[in-house]
């Protein structure tokens, strides 16, 4: 256990921010699998599931929870299988 002050704020301070990343980190990974879900169906709202997934992805972003370049890829990643589908 911490003896400083400062050691113990940092302690409260890092689980606070762990439980606010896991929950951005779980909303983005839900979010993803339920476009690539109506990706591959071609249901008729995947775009509209699609465009919630990259604003979340981006929110994470400026909160620092992921990296930019993560960011870009799975962006890309998701954007590529739309356009895809959208081609088919």
């Known amino acids: 256990m911490a003896n400083l002050k400062a050691s113990k704020k940092d302690i409260l301070v890092n689980a ?16 993803v699998k339920k476009a690539q879900a109506a990706i ?3 249901a008729e709202n995947s775009e509209a599931l699609v465009r919630d997934a990259l ?3 981006d929110k ?3 909160k620092g929870v992921i990296k930019k370049q993560t960011a870009a890829r799975r962006k890309s990643r998701l954007a590529r299988a739309l356009n895809k589908a959208a081609q088919a």
Request: glycine share 0%.
């Open 55 to 57: 604003r979340t992805i």
């Open 60 to 62: 994470t972003v400026t």
């Open 40 to 42: 591959s169906t071609k």
């Open 16 to 31: 606070r921010n762990k439980k606010r990343n896991q929950h951005f980190r779980s909303k983005i990974k839900t979010l």
